[in-house]
């Protein structure tokens, strides 16, 4: 059975840092790609950060390019999304998924996920 450990949100001011941490398990076959997700209240999940299972291929959509950062550590199973210079508008409950693809269209990532966290929390806010 597939299991996401998801950990790191949390209340900051606007231009604050934070780390997501999602640690997985379970993995019965190997998936494409890994990143994260977001949905804020009222409105549609979009995608934020993915990585390829290369450890080297990453995806941003353009309003997060510059201030996040996706990594990832295979021998832990982990991966990270450090974001700096948080703005109010990051605030939604963000999601680690992994699947079969990640690309970006006119700034806007894309992705096929197949296995989803629950999800952990981040509000902006002073």
């Known amino acids: 059975q597939v299991h996401f450990v998801e950990s790191g949100g949390g209340s900051v001011q606007p231009g604050g840092s934070l780390r997501l941490a999602c640690t997985t398990s379970?993995?019965?076959?190997?998936?494409?790609?890994i990143g994260w997700f977001r949905q804020a209240p009222g409105k549609e999940r979009e995608g934020v950060s993915c990585?390829?299972?290369?450890?080297?291929?990453?995806y941003y959509t353009d309003s997060v390019k510059g201030r996040f950062t996706i990594s990832r550590d295979s021998a832990k199973n982990t991966v990270y999304l450090q974001m700096n210079d948080l703005k109010p508008e990051g605030t939604a409950v963000y999601y680690c998924?992994?699947?079969?693809?990640?690309?970006?269209?006119?700034?806007?990532?894309?992705?096929?996920?197949?296995?989803w966290g629950k999800g952990t929390q981040v509000t902006v806010s002073s």
């Open positions: 998924a992994a699947g079969g693809y990640c690309t970006v269209v006119g700034g806007k990532l894309l992705y096929g996920m197949n296995y």
């Open positions: 379970g993995f019965a076959s190997d998936y494409e790609a």
């Open positions: 990585i390829d299972t290369d450890d080297v291929t990453t």
